[in-house]
Structure formats: C-alpha cells, structure tokens
C-alpha cells in the first residue's frame, strides 16, 4: 500500500512537471524572427485533428522540443507539391519556398515561448518514445498512461520558412494522437496589419500516418 502510495506520488510529480508550463515565457528573448517563429506556432495550435477530439481530451497539449527537416516527412512531400501559390502573391510563396530548399535539412530547439490559451509541454524524443507507448502499446504501464493523461496527443513542427521580407511563411505541421490518428499539412501564411493570417493548407498526411 506505501509503495503504491509512493508510485501515485511520483506519477503526479511528474505528470506536474510536464504540465506546469507557462503559457508564455517571458524570460526567453525572441529575435524578430522567433517572434514571427512563435506567433505562427501559437496560432496553428493544437491542429485540427486534435481539436476535433472535444475539450474533455484538451486540458493541456504536448509538442515535440525539436523540429523536423524534410527527411522527418512521411511522405516527403515539399510544400510545392502540397500547395498552389495565391494568385495574388504568388512571387512571396516561391520566395519562402526557396527559404525551404536552402534550410530543409536544419532542425531547431523549440523554445517555451508559446503564447497559448492553456498549459503545455515540450516533449524530448524519451518523453515522446513513452507517450507514444502509453497510447499504442498493448499492455501499456499505468503510471505511463498516468502520466500523460489529458495531453490529446503531440504536436511536431518544422522550421518556419519565410520570404525575405517576412512577410509570407511556410510551416509544416504534424499533430499525432496514436496509430491510425495522425494528420499533418503544409502551411502557407501572410502577414497582414503586423497579424499573421492563414492562406491555404490541406492535409499531406491523413489518418494512419507514421509518425517521426
């Protein structure tokens, strides 16, 4: 009984430190750029597939602490092949492609600095290898599955890729809740009045993905 006592204990430490996240850290000085990085990321949260799943599964949301480059894709889809440049801008979408094609290889730190309406993690790939076996394996540990509860699933990112100007920008996202439920997409967004505004996206990865 002391020992299950003490197990609970830990379980809610650490399912405590995951959570406890602030929804923006103010200690972290972005650059202009990571400005821009991060206002996209917070907007596209937690994606649609995660959405969908009602708030009752969305009392906080987990993403991985490292972005994915072009090798992470399946399939390896450029976003050129997943989106139509606008007719209006179409000069701005190849420009931020070419961003794309230069840094595709690259991965980034992602950093707390998430301006979100609730709590999150940032999930390291140990943190991720266990989420993930508390939703698929067959026999999944209980503290595991404690662990992680209330956390719909994980969102990945790529790098944000812009134009020069930085004013046109494309993201990959991937959001996973576990074998058979995964969605992920290319996205393309303008910045209008200093906001940034969603232009086209549609789903390069439908359910039943694998996930990185």
């Known amino acids: 009984m002391i020992q299950r006592a003490l197990t609970v204990a830990a379980v809610a430490i650490?399912?405590?430190s995951l959570s406890a996240r602030p929804q923006g850290d103010s200690a972290v000085h972005l650059t202009a750029r990571q400005q821009d990085v991060?206002?996209?990321y917070s907007?596209?949260?937690?994606g649609a597939v995660l959405t969908n799943l009602g708030s009752s599964q969305n009392q906080r949301w987990a993403i991985a602490d490292t972005t994915v480059n072009d090798q992470d894709l399946n399939p390896a889809l450029a976003p050129e092949a997943a989106l139509k440049a606008p007719n209006d801008h179409p000069q701005r979408f190849h420009d931020a492609v070419l961003d794309y094609e230069q840094r595709r290889g690259q991965r980034q730190t992602v950093l707390h600095a998430f301006h979100l309406d609730r709590s999150y993690a940032l999930l390291t790939p140990e943190d991720i290898q266990e989420f993930?076996?508390?939703r698929t394996a067959a026999a999944p540990d209980s503290a595991s599955q404690q662990k992680y509860s209330g956390y719909p699933g994980i969102n990945y990112f790529s790098d944000v890729y812009f134009n020069p100007h930085r004013n046109a920008a494309l993201v990959y996202q991937l959001?996973?809740?576990g074998n058979f439920c995964s969605q992920g997409e290319w996205v393309y967004l303008e910045k209008h009045d200093g906001h940034w505004v969603r232009?086209?996206?549609q789903a390069a990865i439908a359910s039943g993905a694998k996930p990185f």
């Open 43 to 46: 907007m596209l949260m937690p």
């Open 38 to 40: 991060y206002a996209i």
């Open 199 to 201: 232009r086209s996206g």
């Open 132 to 134: 993930r076996a508390a």
């Open 14 to 16: 650490l399912a405590g």
């Open 175 to 177: 959001a996973w809740c």
